[in-house]
Structures are given as C-alpha cells and as structure tokens.
C-alpha cells in the first residue's frame, strides 16, 4: 500500500463508529498524536472562519424564528390529527429544538458550498492523519508504534479479508456468549458433580475437598470470569473425571470425528446430487417419484435403528463387515458412512432439484438452449451453477454439524468421536469437558458458515460485487 491508500482507507474507517474503536484500540499511540494535532487546529482553520462568518450572518436574518414558527405549526397539526394534548410549553420547547437541527443543517450546507468554491477543507481526525504521514519519517514511526493497526488497515481494503475478519471478531462474541449460557445452565443444573464422581457413599469431606479442588465451591461470577480468563488463554482445562487435559482428548478425537464426517459427506453427494439433478430435469417421472420417496425414507428412518439393522445383516450373519469402527481401519467406515450419508443425501437430494426447478425456466436458459449449447453443459453450467447457493448452503450447515459428532450413530458403532464424548460428559456434569466441547462446536460451526460465505462470492459474481462495496 502507498500513502494516497492508507489516507483513503483511514478516513473510511474512521467514518464507521465499529473500525473508529478498532483503530484507537490497535493504534493507540498514533491516534493520540493525530487528536492531539487535530484538537490543536479545530477552530483555528479557514474552514471554522467561514462557518463564524455565515453563523453571524444566518443570526442576522429571521430564519432561526421562522423555522422555530414553521414547526410548531407542524407539532400544532400532528397532536390535532392524532387527537393528542400537549402544553403550549411543551410543544414550543420541541419546535426550537427541531428548528436548531434544521437551522445547523442549513447552516452546514451553506459552509461546505462556500468552503468548496475555495478549496478549503474542514480539519478533521482524517485530514490530519493525512497530513502527519505524508512526511515520511512520521509515517515509519507511525508504524513502528502502531503496527497492528496498519494490517487491520490493509486487510480492510480487501473486501474478502475485510469480510473475514468482521466475522472472525463476531465469532469471538459468539464464543463468550456460548460459554455464558452454557457455564451458567450447568450451574444452575440439580446434577452435583462431586456426587456424580465420586458416588453417592462418599463422605461430605471428600465433597467438600473435590469442590474446593476443582473451585467448585467459589461463587457463580468468580468461576464465570475463570471461563472467560481460560477462553482467552486457550486453555480449556482438565476434565473432573480422570482428570485429563481437555486440549489432547478433544485433539485426539477430531481426526476420527473428520474421518466419519468426510466419508460420510461423500456417500450423501455421490447419491444426493446425480439423483437431485435427474429428478430436476425430468420431473414428475417414475425416477423422480422414486428418488424423492427414498429421499423421504432417508429422513424418516433412525440412523441408529439403520446402524443396528446393517450390523445384524452385514456384520452378524453375514460377516463382510466389522461391527465396531477400529482406527486405522478404512473398511470399519463404510457402514457409518452409509448410515450418516444416506440420512443428509435426503436433505440434500430435496434442495437440489427444488433449487434446480426454480432455475431451469428463466429466461437466461431459454437463451442457452436457443443458442444451441449442448444440453449437458447448459443442465451443469447453467442451471447447477445458479441453483448452488441454497444447495451449498445446506451441504455446510450438514458438514457442520457432522464436524459437531453424531453421538447416536457413534455409540452404535463404538466410535470414540467429538460427539459421544460430549455427551458422556453432559450427565456427570463434567463442566470444564461439556464446555471446552460446546465451545468447539460453536468454533467449527462457525467457521464452516465462514467458508460457505466466502464460497457464494466465488460461484455468484452478483454476490461478489456486492462484498466489494461491502
């Protein structure tokens, strides 16, 4: 970036109330020496002498008094029309509060036309940080002290960055009032995890000496500023039960929770998107009846009934495929996958030829046909391609979710993922592991819609037109 880019981009930030805290926070030295400087020349510059002379002048004249009698006449004719009753004191004090804001805006107006036709500009926060930088060793100090605030200046001239980052910080927000809610549920729960743990026989010493271990036995904002202080450290804790290192359990489960979740994603597209495809372009077919009925069975049959059916057929009887899920084993993931993709193809499946059918009748497709494209590439490029928002849409918000675990379906299989342990964790309650575990769903959930985002300005340049003026 050169200077010209910083000046723009500086004084479009300091325009919105959101990036103006973001730059006195990141930039604090900078920004000081600049409202230093600025109060130093506010009223002192040509721009504040033009605004002296045609206040005296606007003074002069009876303007203030009309406007003043203009819009008590108004305030007279709403209370008659709304059948409204106010004192004679009231309603003048609020027409010379109306005709003073009116007054000003006149009154500025008239300034930036006079200040205009004389190419003087008002000093501002803006025009002075302009002026500081474009000496060059003030710039280099600049952003020796303010470092942090020139990336967040250079991310903001990059829609996409500008856009990732504002969702980046709303996530932060996200997470603090997740572990709010939760921390606060969990505290307010009749469950008693020392109870719970050490059993209903233990002696009210070793309660006792369990809560006060555990500072269980603080009060409610004390330990609810203990989570707020362990969120922003990155530590998530050690579990009350075994006692181990939340961190390395969640760690070591998310690559099987990946796992189950990929390949169960590919089975819901190899089967959702031809057959959501087909069933768009030839409606009201006997395929498109029969797709859509084994769409509606995939919603409404119980992954762990269809688990426990594909055990007892392929596992017990037959004896093709393990019925328990074994790391490092790629066969153990072919029954949770069917069971998990075919249950999300349904939705899937259902979005995509819905989405089809509203596009495949516009006007645009009509062209493409007339034009003579191939049918192929008009059913791929044309109607897929301006169906996909809502189809990526529901594809992310699976993909998600999947990421979150699926407790039912890793119980039947035995499958120690994210999910199951989250769960587990819930009926002791083992607050550090449910809330270490409800703040990792949130994180991923979060950053999965942050991807489907990003990927709506990549496939429809409507809405990438649209982030860059964002």
């Not at 400087?37 to 005296?56: C, S």
């Not at 060793?137 to 967040?152: D, G, K, V």
């Not at 969640?250 to 069933?279: D, E, R």
């Not at 153990?332 to 998990?340: E, G, K, N, S, Y």
Request: charged share 15%.
């Amino acid at each position: 970036m050169n200077i010209s880019s910083f000046k723009d981009t500086f004084k479009r930030m300091y325009r919105n109330s959101k990036y103006r805290i973001w730059l006195w926070v990141l930039g604090l030295p900078t920004m000081l020496i600049t409202f230093f400087v600025y109060k130093g020349k506010k009223g002192k510059d040509g721009y504040a002498e033009i605004r002296n002379q045609v206040r005296r002048e606007m003074e002069g004249t009876s303007l203030l008094s009309e406007l003043t009698r203009t819009a008590l006449e108004q305030i007279k004719r709403k209370n008659e029309y709304f059948q409204k009753s106010a004192s004679e004191r009231d309603m003048k004090k609020q027409a010379e509060q109306i005709a003073k804001k009116n007054f000003d805006w006149i009154l500025e107006d008239k300034v930036k036309q006079i200040a205009q036709s004389k190419s003087i500009e008002e000093v501002t926060m803006a025009s002075v940080y302009s002026s500081l930088i474009s000496n060059g060793a003030l710039l280099a100090l600049s952003i020796i002290t303010s470092f942090p605030m020139y990336i967040i200046m250079i991310l903001f001239t990059n829609p996409i960055s500008k856009y990732v980052v504002d969702r980046l910080v709303m996530m932060v927000f996200v997470l603090f009032g997740v572990t709010f809610l939760v921390f606060t549920i969990l505290y307010i729960s009749p469950m008693d995890p020392a109870l719970n743990i050490l059993g209903v026989t233990a002696t009210p010493e070793q309660v006792e000496r369990f809560n006060k271990m555990h500072g269980l036995d603080q009060p409610y904002l004390v330990q609810l500023f203990s989570k707020f202080q362990n969120l922003l450290t990155f530590n998530l804790g050690k579990s009350f039960q075994g006692n181990e290192n939340i961190a390395v359990a969640l760690a070591n489960k998310f690559p099987i929770t990946l796992q189950v979740t990929f390949w169960s994603m590919l089975v819901s597209l190899v089967i959702a998107i031809p057959s959501g495809i087909i069933s768009a372009i030839k409606p009201y077919t006997s395929f498109d009846y029969i797709a859509m009925f084994i769409a509606l069975l995939g919603l409404s049959i119980p992954n762990f009934w269809l688990g426990l059916m594909m055990i007892l057929e392929f596992s017990i009887k037959n004896k093709w495929l393990p019925a328990t899920f074994q790391v490092g084993n790629p066969v153990t993931l072919i029954m949770p996958a069917i069971v998990l993709g075919t249950g999300m193809s349904a939705s899937v499946a259902r979005m995509t030829r819905s989405s089809m059918m509203e596009v495949k009748n516009s006007d645009y497709i009509l062209t493409a046909r007339a034009k003579g494209l191939p049918e192929r590439k008009v059913v791929l490029k044309h109607i897929l391609g301006n169906a996909m928002i809502p189809i990526i849409t529901t594809i992310g918000m699976q993909f998600g979710g999947m990421l979150g675990g699926s407790s039912v379906t890793e119980k039947v299989f035995n499958i120690n993922g994210i999910g199951l342990y989250i769960v587990e964790k819930q009926f002791v309650p083992d607050i550090p592991a449910v809330l270490a575990g409800v703040i990792y769903v949130s994180f991923v959930v979060s950053i999965v819609n942050l991807i489907v985002d990003i990927m709506y300005a990549v496939i429809d340049p409507r809405i990438k037109s649209k982030m860059k003026n964002y």
